[in-house]
């Protein structure tokens, strides 16, 4: 993703700020995230429902929220977190797998709606016009299927 909606994410969201894995040191830059911009809205939605979250902690809670990584993996959106108090767990690896499911649905490159689709052993998930752009097929495509092995 460009970084310049890594950094409007990171300006809303303070959680969305790159840190050390080993330290957890904040970076001052924002958090990459390894996916196209067609998932910006949907991570955006996922930060406001983490923050949301994160607001019913009690005011005199030291814990951070802390993001680990953001990618695509099997055309898939992931998005890994450090440990959650467990007040607010649930909500949030709720939230986390709804967005995770959602981005099976929605263009990696373009926002619009998408299916799972493949190039060779590549799968990401992409609108049909994106998918024909980048020569990638559905699964269930046999007539392209022969073509491309
Ligand atoms: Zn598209």
Redesign the pocket.
Known sequence: MKEELEQKLMDKFKFMEARNVWSGEKLNFPMPCSCGE?WFQLIWNLCEKIETELMKLPKNSDYEFMVLQVKEKYGILCFYTGSIPSLIADAIFNAICEAEGRSTTI??????G?ITKHRGNWIRT??????EELGYIDFNDKENCNEEF
């Open positions: 067609g263009c990696e490159s373009c926002g619009a998408g992409l609108c049909n016009q994106c998918g």
